[in-house]
């Protein structure tokens, strides 16, 4: 079950828009305890919210800067990934004869379970209690409902091991609404 609840006003001449939401998820699936093995439900808790900080066309009052924020947080004695923080910027139609198209630029970071690091983690061996990363992208809007996006991103300790370095990563998505 993912239920939320927030506040959401959209944008309209003079009014900038805003959504800020909570939420909680329940999971009736078993998930085995790091340290004893034990089983349980699963549950995680959520919150973000979205701010228009600056419209740039009057006609098209969604057109314009955005900066948001989220939060997720998940038990650390059954999930590896605990909490997740993320903080992005976007725009929605900056160049003046692309008004659906949205640039952004987001970065992200994971904190590790304590208690996942010990269950994977020899005595002896170092690892990263986190990972942080950046993506900056552009989704072009090729048709209503079908956009291309290219991405270009950086991850610092992909994983917790510190046997591998940062990676640079590129993708192309096709992303197609209904």
């Known amino acids: 079950m993912i239920d939320e609840i ?8 003079g009014t900038k828009s805003a959504w ?3 939420g909680g ?3 009736s699936t078993r998930y085995t305890r790091f340290s004893d093995g034990a089983q349980k439900e699963n549950w ?3 919150a973000a919210a979205d701010r228009q900080l600056m419209q ?3 006609a098209k009052p969604f057109r314009g800067i955005y900066a948001g924020a989220t939060f997720n947080y998940a ?3 059954q999930n590896f990934y605990t909490q997740y923080y993320e903080g992005r910027v976007y725009g929605v139609g900056l160049i003046k004869s692309r008004p659906f198209d949205l640039a952004s630029l987001v970065t992200t970071y994971n904190v590790y379970s304590p208690e996942g690091l010990r269950a994977r983690v020899p005595t002896n061996q170092s690892f990263y209690r986190g990972t942080w990363a950046a993506t900056a992208s552009y989704a072009y809007r090729a048709a209503a409902g079908i956009y291309i996006q290219p991405g270009l991103g950086v ?3 992909s994983i917790f091991s510190p046997r591998f ?4 990563n590129g993708y192309l998505s096709l992303i197609t609404l209904f």
């Open 44 to 46: 995680a808790v959520f």
């Open 6 to 13: 927030g506040f959401n006003r959209a944008s309209a001449p």
């Open 20 to 22: 800020v939401r909570f």
């Open 25 to 27: 998820i329940h999971n």
């Open 155 to 157: 991850t610092v300790h």
């Open 56 to 58: 740039t066309d009057p």
């Open 165 to 168: 370095g940062p990676a640079l």
């Open 75 to 77: 038990p650390p004695e």
